[in-house]
């Protein structure tokens, strides 16, 4: 079964966090971060409050099964208006490195320096955060330099959702959704990639 679409929850309080695969080595004069493929994103979400009936109790069944198959969120960046990017495909095959040529993006439209970018790969999102600023150019071109290494091999054609980011992972609970006197509820819990 697919990840269960949670994308029409809203959030009160999301905190990303890497998961990394890298380890520190020690070296004369410090310390430094060996990169490994498999990093990826992790959030941490309360939702806004729901009336426990219907909304809450219709979320909770969603979620339900999401504990089991894994959820598919919205990546809400508050305050940032991703604008019009068009519609972003990966220009050739990728498969390692952090570096991805994008093809089909609107003529100067600007990508920002930590700015969420997730890929669907055999249906399957996969986040991570653009590292540098960079202008499509006139022909809708741009190579995005991303946190983490690949983690799939990223086929020429492959959607990159810019302007409405998405994770999709392992669903826990931070604490079970109370059932308040004034009738609302809120979800608090984790999202981790799986890969």
């Known amino acids: 079964m697919a990840a269960v679409d ?99 993006l609107n003529p100067n439209y600007p990508i920002r320096r930590r700015q969420f970018v997730s890929f669907v790969v055999g249906g399957q999102r996969f986040l991570d955060r653009v590292m540098e600023e960079v202008v499509a150019g006139a022909d809708g071109t741009a190579m995005l330099r991303l946190k983490n290494l690949l983690r799939v091999t990223l086929p020429a054609g492959t959607l990159a959702e810019l302007a409405d980011p998405k994770i999709e992972g392992s669903v826990t609970f931070s604490s079970p959704s109370s059932w308040q006197v004034n009738r609302l509820t809120t979800f608090a819990f984790t999202v981790t990639e799986d890969r």
Not at 14 to 33: E, I, K, R, Y
Not at 75 to 97: E, I, K
């Open 6 to 104: 949670l994308t029409a929850l809203c959030f009160a309080e999301a905190v990303p966090f890497a998961v990394t695969n890298g380890n520190s080595q020690n070296a004369p004069g410090g310390t430094f971060h060996v990169d490994r493929p498999g990093d990826r994103w992790g959030f941490q979400f309360v939702s806004r409050p729901y009336r426990v009936e219907p909304e809450g109790a219709e979320f909770q069944a969603l979620f339900d099964d999401a504990e089991k198959h894994g959820g598919l969120f919205r990546v809400h960046q508050p305050g940032f208006d991703p604008g019009a990017p068009g519609t972003p495909v990966v220009a050739s095959t990728t498969s390692a490195g952090k570096l991805v040529p994008l093809t089909g």
